[in-house]
């Protein structure tokens, strides 16, 4: 299905018609025609993110249709979308807002996993020092 047909069966599903999409889009109902027609391709992407906010659905999805990568992939375009929309030091401020959400447990991939430290050493050592080391690690255990 072609990004026309996807707009104008969105639509419909929506209950709207091509003058109330174009109302609450700021343009003319022509312009909707167009789009729906498959005249106008070329459409600005504030007004496909626009677009996909009243039809309720992600810009990629609006843009390309349903797929089935899942709801990463999913969000990625979403992401990537609006990052398109910034400027640059509305995207370096969103560099440093997802480098902070790393550093934060609860919102990192590998929250449930603990890592348990293992003490490396030879049971069979005599040396003083090795011996202290083997202490060491157990106590930093």
Known sequence: MELGERIRSLRKQK????????SRLGLQKSAV?????????????????KMAEILEVSPGELMYG???????????????????LLNKAGR??????????????AYRLDRGLSLMPVAAHN?????????????EDLDNM
């Open 66 to 84: 349903k797929e089935d990568k899942g709801q990463e992939d999913h969000g990625f375009a979403v992401l990537s979308g609006y990052y398109g």
């Open 92 to 105: 370096a401020k969103v560099l440093e807002h997802v480098h902070d959400l790393t550093l934060i447990p």
């Open 123 to 135: 049971d069979d050592a005599k040396d003083a020092e090795q011996l202290r080391l083997m202490e």
């Open 33 to 49: 025609a167009k789009y729906e027609n498959g005249r106008v391709t070329n459409i600005k992407r504030a007004t496909l993110f």
């Open 15 to 22: 209950g709207l018609t091509q003058e109330e999409l174009a």
